[in-house]
């Protein structure tokens, strides 16, 4: 395609349950970035993958948040556990070579726990 | 020392107006300054972006200022028109991370 694309576009959970968003970045982009966005706030960077790796996840919130990127190109961002407060936005950018240049956006996962 | 302040909060502008958006941040390590553009249920787009070593872009109606010394940039929309109405976040990196550091964002209305 030619945009980032997630999936699914909306999730409803019941607490306690734990799900898996999907990010398909721009195809070539080495750098894959997870933010989360709550209503009415800014994005809060979540990981960092260059390739495979994740070069940061220090903005992963606790242990409970995971996320891979096996093949250096599609990632799932997995919640285990989930609970209301994880209710957000979940964004997913790429960028073609990393730090400094322009990152793209999906459009987002809308997670609510129930 | 992470935090961007973006303000104001909300903005109403006259189509045909300039809209001016305004960020202030700490941490001198920033070295790259975009701005973001989103309509709602969709995600942020990026808008201009601006290094430190130049005081000024302009890309059409859209011009960011920047001042390195006082640790401030913000976002001037020229002849603002309705279709520019949407959130507004600036945002900071540093390093090798490209992690971006994001405003509370702006919430702009232009009136026809």
């Known amino acids: 395609g030619a945009g980032v694309s997630q999936t699914p576009s909306n999730k409803v959970t019941e607490k306690g349950k734990y799900v898996e968003l999907r990010c398909d970045p721009i195809?070539?982009?080495?750098?894959l970035y997870w933010y989360r966005q709550s209503l009415g706030q800014g994005p809060e960077f979540l990981i960092y993958?260059?390739?495979?790796?994740?070069?940061?996840d220090s903005g992963l919130p606790n242990d409970r948040f995971f996320a891979v990127r096996p093949e250096g190109s599609v990632s799932t961002l997995k919640i285990q556990r989930t609970e209301r407060g994880d209710s957000a936005v979940y964004l997913c950018?790429?960028?073609?070579?990393?730090?400094?240049?322009?990152?793209?956006f999906g459009q987002g996962t809308r997670l609510t726990v129930v | 020392q992470q935090q961007v302040k973006q303000s104001p909060q909300s903005l109403i502008v006259q189509k045909g107006g300039i809209s001016i958006i305004n960020c202030a941040y700490e941490?001198?390590?920033?070295?790259?300054f975009p701005w973001y553009q989103q309509f709602p249920g969709k995600g942020p787009a990026l808008l201009i972006a601006?290094?430190?070593?130049?005081s000024e872009k302009k890309e059409g109606r859209f011009t960011i200022s920047f001042n390195k010394s006082a640790k401030q940039f913000s976002l001037h929309i020229m002849d603002s028109q309705p279709g520019d109405s949407a959130t507004y976040f600036c945002?900071?990196?540093?390093?090798?991370?490209?992690?971006?550091?994001f405003g509370q964002g702006t919430t702009l209305q232009v009136k026809p």
């Open positions: 950018a790429s960028s073609l070579m990393g730090p400094g240049t322009e990152a793209f």
């Open positions: 195809s070539g982009h080495t750098a």
């Open positions: 993958f260059q390739g495979t790796g994740a070069a940061d």
């Open positions: 941490n001198t390590a920033f070295d790259y």
């Open positions: 601006i290094r430190p070593d130049v």
């Open positions: 945002a900071a990196s540093s390093g090798n991370t490209g992690k971006l550091i």
